[in-house]
């Protein structure tokens, strides 16, 4: 029955993070899938998360469905972090937010969205993105190409040529762009660059469509917002899915959201309902648990101190173990530009390794990235930086 069933490849960071967990070599370093690691090594769980937890369990009892669009003190508390309580298009309204089962959910949910109401649309992602971009949108039905972004020389942005291709672009065209942190490279656009975007959005009528899975892991909570309300304060109507795995630490509980930023209220209360019509052909509705921990530490004034320091001081240690690489790195290998490490932000470096020099990297030295290049940077500590290091430096200078 099951002949036809061709053998599944595996997925580039999900399949080789199961490939790490079966590496009986003890001096094996996880570098590949986005997980913030502490300095000790350790997945950590965030003390804001712990308290939070505390509190809510002689609350939680029985367990009723959520509704579609999940625990209303949660999308509350999503719009009131993307875009501060107080934003016009929040107090007005204009937004519909989803709760999602992580950020995936998010872009899965959007993308049956905009393939049912933007039929004729295709898709844009940078060169390069995040692996499951092009397979989530694809998978809703939408054709999918890319537009320049990653400069691999300089290990800076193309903006003109991206700006240029966006130019050019059918109207309606769907254009996935990368809030902070962006997931592969670490090389994000500057506010003049978004400023300068914005106009050729509007006048191409683009429908723009923002992955936010790092706030805080780039220049701040605030700052790191920056290109989600410039475009609202544009007028223009977009997407955005948001993820607390990472900033909360929390990647079991897949807690995300999906907001649309809409011209009006009324426009948002029908989008909200087709939202919540497209979960129930989904999953129906979202999980409990994960959403009751966020919306609790969010809403509590003293646990959400205690949480933005805590990610304060995670993006402080990735910049720290950036510094070390690249001092290292440029020690090791004298006239080799290590500016890039320290420059880009977020979770992630795109080393310019190639996929054999990756693949040495792992089979030579333990030392596992996703065969793109890409490091993520949080996986470092004072303990394997060292060793990271050499073992880059060595690949580097063999290939010289
Ligand atoms: C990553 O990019 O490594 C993470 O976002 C995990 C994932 O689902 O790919």
Redesign the pocket.
């Known amino acids: 029955m099951f002949e036809h069933v061709e053998a599944y490849p595996g997925?580039p960071?999900?399949t080789l993070?199961e490939a790490f967990g079966q590496d009986p070599r003890p001096e094996k370093i996880n570098l590949?899938?986005?997980?913030y690691f502490d300095d000790a090594g350790q997945l950590p769980v965030m003390r804001a998360v712990r308290e939070a937890e505390a509190q809510i369990a002689p609350t939680l009892g029985a367990r009723p469905y959520l509704p579609m669009e999940g625990l209303a003190p949660y999308r509350q508390a999503v719009q009131a972090l993307l875009w501060g309580a107080g934003h016009e298009a929040v107090t007005s309204g204009r937004i519909a937010t989803i709760q999602t089962i992580?950020?995936?959910g998010g872009l899965k949910v959007g993308s049956d969205f905009l393939k049912r109401y933007f039929p004729q649309s295709e898709v844009w992602v940078s060169d390069p993105t995040?692996?499951?971009h092009r397979a989530m949108f694809e998978g809703a039905g939408l054709k999918v190409h890319t537009y320049p972004y990653y400069d691999p020389l300089a290990g800076g942005l193309r903006f003109e040529e991206m700006l240029a291709t966006f130019k050019g672009l059918p109207e309606r065209s769907i254009v996935l762009l990368h809030a902070c942190c962006h997931?592969?490279t670490g090389v994000d656009l500057s506010a003049a660059q978004w400023n300068a975007l914005i106009p050729v959005i509007q006048s191409r009528r683009l429908i723009p469509y923002l992955d936010i899975?790092y706030q805080g892991f780039g220049d701040g909570l605030e700052q790191d917002a920056h290109a989600l309300r410039t475009l609202t304060d544009a007028g223009i109507s977009f997407f955005c899915a948001n993820?607390f795995?990472?900033s909360f630490s929390l990647?079991g509980e897949r807690v995300g959201g999906l907001s649309v930023v809409c011209p009006d209220a009324a426009q948002a209360a029908r989008v909200l309902g087709q939202l919540k019509a497209t979960i129930r052909k989904n999953y129906s509705s979202p999980p409990t648990y994960g959403a009751r921990v966020v919306a609790q530490v969010l809403q509590s004034p003293e646990l959400r101190v205690l949480w933005a320091g805590e990610l304060d001081t995670m993006r402080q240690r990735i910049r720290l173990m950036r510094q070390r690489l690249a001092d290292g790195l440029g020690q090791a290998l004298p006239g080799h530009d290590v500016s890039r490490f320290v420059n880009q932000r977020g979770?992630?470096s795109y080393t310019g390794l190639s996929e054999s020099q990756v693949d040495t990297l792992r089979h030579s030295h333990a030392v596992y990235l996703?065969r793109s290049g890409?490091m993520?940077v949080a996986g470092l500590n004072a303990g394997n930086v060292d060793k990271v290091t050499q073992s880059l430096a060595a690949v580097i200078r063999d290939a010289t």
Request: hydrophobic share 35%.
């Open positions: 997925d960071i999900l993070n590949s899938i986005g997980i992580g950020g995936s995040w692996d499951n997931n592969p899975a993820s795995s990472k990647y979770m992630f996703v890409r993520c």
